[in-house]
């Protein structure tokens, strides 16, 4: 098993950036892919952003690429999301996730492990 848990959230202006990062507690986090979803209020969680075990391949929702960039640290057991160049719409809230031993998937119930979430709001 493993546990997740995401910092790196808050505030920020439209145009800003953050960096939100997920900390994995368990064994083997090496061989888990994983990636980023978001939810906000009254919409259903949706993916963000994944990557592989190795970090060779990366993938994007379209409305991410070029301004977010998903990246891993398996030496820290940690995976990071950097988000620039934010738009109000990306409020929500940000949640890690991890499945183990497969290719990057973009489905909420692809996924088998999850965090609690950390909120990001972007002001006007």
């Known amino acids: 098993q493993v546990q997740l848990v995401e910092s790196g959230g808050g505030l920020v202006q439209a145009g800003g950036s953050l960096r939100l990062s997920c900390a994995a507690s368990g064994r083997f986090f090496s061989s888990y892919t994983m990636g980023w979803f978001r939810q906000s209020p009254g919409k259903e969680r949706s993916f963000v952003a994944g990557i592989t075990w190795s970090g060779a391949n990366t993938f994007y929702t379209d409305s991410v690429k070029g301004r977010f960039a998903i990246s891993r640290d398996n030496a820290k057991n940690t995976v990071y999301l950097q988000m620039n160049s934010l738009k109000p719409e990306d409020t929500a809230v940000y949640y890690c996730?991890?499945?183990?031993?497969?290719?990057?998937?973009?489905?909420?119930?692809?996924?088998?492990?999850w965090g609690q979430g950390t909120q990001v709001t972007v002001s006007s």
């Open positions: 996730a991890a499945v183990l031993n497969v290719g990057v998937r973009q489905g909420v119930n692809d996924y088998d492990y």
